[in-house]
């Protein structure tokens, strides 16, 4: 039987930043569906089923913070695991404001970043 992979969807406006996690997730073996904007998250939020989020917390057309608190009160994901990321060092600050699972600064170290996800995913 093959082993399906864990599907993490991302939030990031910056490409360059985007792309990059996107590569290292997919490195890893999962999938990934990637997003620039806040709107074209919510376009497909619907649609699947992630297993786990990671969202910028500033975006340029909104707030990660609103989506994780979004996320966090709909039925359907408020047990999904979220990663936040900002360049913002205030961390705890960004989780007094969401109940996220965890957050981390960018720039913030490859290991350290691959190493958060698979203890959520595994």
Not at 20 to 41: G, H, M, R, W
Not at 67 to 92: E, G, R
């Amino acid at each position: 039987m093959k082993k399906t992979r864990k599907l993490i969807y991302l939030l990031e406006d910056n490409d360059d930043i985007r792309e990059i996690i996107a590569f290292l997730l997919t490195e890893q073996n999962y999938d990934v569906c990637a997003y620039p904007t806040v709107k074209s998250f919510n376009e497909d939020i619907v649609l699947g089923k992630p297993d786990m989020f990671v969202l910028d917390v500033m975006l340029t057309d909104g707030n990660g913070i609103d989506v994780c608190d979004s996320l966090k009160s709909n039925q359907k994901t408020h047990h999904i695991p979220i990663l936040m990321m900002s360049a913002n060092t205030q961390m705890f600050t960004v989780k007094e404001k969401c109940d996220a699972e965890d957050f981390i600064s960018k720039p913030f170290d490859i290991d350290d970043f691959v190493k958060r996800i698979h203890h959520y995913m595994d």
